[in-house]
């Protein structure tokens, strides 16, 4: 099995940058070969999407909320995968999780299609 940690949430002040950080363990052979993603849940809402990559790094997507101010990577040789987070405005405050789409290729926008998940990472976006 693979386990999913996230790192890299905080308090920011909005219009500030922030990186954050999904690493995976366990059975890492899975991790470059399954698309990856991050969600972000706000308090008292469902769950969204905010990003997803495909396998192999080539291909991205980005909800309309976020596109262009985040960036979504990853390196399958070190098992990790980020989300580069521009321009924070306190609609962006979540907790953000990343996800694993076991030997799915493809970039996946519903979050059903994920089997794995990190704990999540909490952002606040505030003055």
């Known amino acids: 099995q693979v386990q999913l940690l996230e790192s890299g949430g905080g308090l920011v002040q909005p219009g500030a940058s922030l990186t954050l950080s999904c690493a995976a363990s366990?059975?890492?052979?899975?991790?470059?070969?399954?698309?990856m993603a991050w969600f972000r849940q706000a308090p008292g809402k469902e769950r969204e999407y905010v990003a997803s990559?495909?396998?192999?790094?080539?291909?991205?997507d980005y909800a309309d909320s976020v596109r262009p101010r985040f960036i979504i990577s990853r390196d399958n040789a070190k098992n990790k995968l980020w989300l580069q987070m521009d321009s924070l405005t306190p609609r962006d405050t979540a907790v953000y999780y990343c996800?694993?789409?076991?030997?799915?290729?493809?970039?996946?926008?519903?979050?059903?299609?994920?089997?794995?998940w990190g704990q999540g990472t909490q952002v606040t976006v505030s003055s």
């Open positions: 996800a694993m789409a076991t030997d799915r290729l493809w970039e996946l926008t519903w979050e059903g299609d994920y089997d794995v």
């Open positions: 990559i495909r396998f192999n790094g080539n291909v991205v």
């Open positions: 366990g059975n890492t052979v899975t991790f470059a070969r399954s698309a």
